[in-house]
């Protein structure tokens, strides 16, 4: 692949990944609306207490995809300022990494993808296996998962 190819890529895969956050940020904002409003429609019955049990149930549902959302968008936020239009010697946040089976993408903590028809690891920088990626140049061995693989290819 040439350098701007290279480039396209990883803008193209980075674009993906924007895309599987707002997605995952979407879908947090609809449950913490059914959870807020589950609340709220809780009504007053002789049970007494359980109509207190089930507000509060539904508020801390809300909290929990709240905070989730909260951290989906610093994931957001840290995926954005990672610039992907350099190509890469090192191992660095926000580059693609290809191992002999394996392929990482160093961005942010997504998991597995598929894209171009293949699989591919988006991890975060601070996730175990980036950090033993980090700093790594092309020919390098890298241990991961208790298997030991050289690197291939960093762009």
């Given at each position: 692949m040439a350098d701007q190819q290279q480039i396209d890529?990883?803008?193209?895969?980075?674009?993906?990944?924007?895309?599987?956050?707002?997605?995952r940020m979407d879908s947090l904002r609809m449950a913490m609306?059914?959870?807020?409003?589950?609340?709220?429609e809780e009504t007053?019955?002789?049970?007494?207490?359980?109509?207190?049990?089930?507000?509060?149930?539904?508020?801390?549902?809300k909290d929990m995809y709240a905070r989730q959302l909260a951290e989906t968008g610093k994931e957001?936020?840290?995926?954005m300022s990672v610039d992907c239009s350099i190509l890469y010697t090192t191992v660095s946040p926000g580059s693609f990494v290809?191992?002999?089976?394996?392929?990482?993408f160093i961005l942010a903590g997504i998991g597995?993808?598929?894209?171009?028809?293949?699989?591919?690891?988006?991890?975060?920088?601070?996730a175990p296996?980036?950090?033993?990626?980090?700093?790594?140049?092309?020919?390098?061995?890298?241990?991961?998962?208790?298997g030991i693989h050289q690197i291939k290819e960093i762009i």
């Open positions: 890529f990883k803008m193209q895969l980075k674009e993906r990944c924007m895309f599987l956050i707002r997605d609306n059914v959870a807020q409003d589950a609340a709220n007053k019955s002789s049970a007494g207490d359980k109509y207190e049990t089930s507000r509060a149930m539904g508020h801390l549902e957001m936020a840290s995926l290809t191992c002999e089976n394996i392929s990482y597995k993808i598929n894209f171009n028809g293949a699989s591919i690891y988006v991890i975060s920088p601070n296996v980036a950090k033993s990626l980090l700093g790594k140049m092309k020919g390098d061995y890298v241990t991961i998962n208790n």
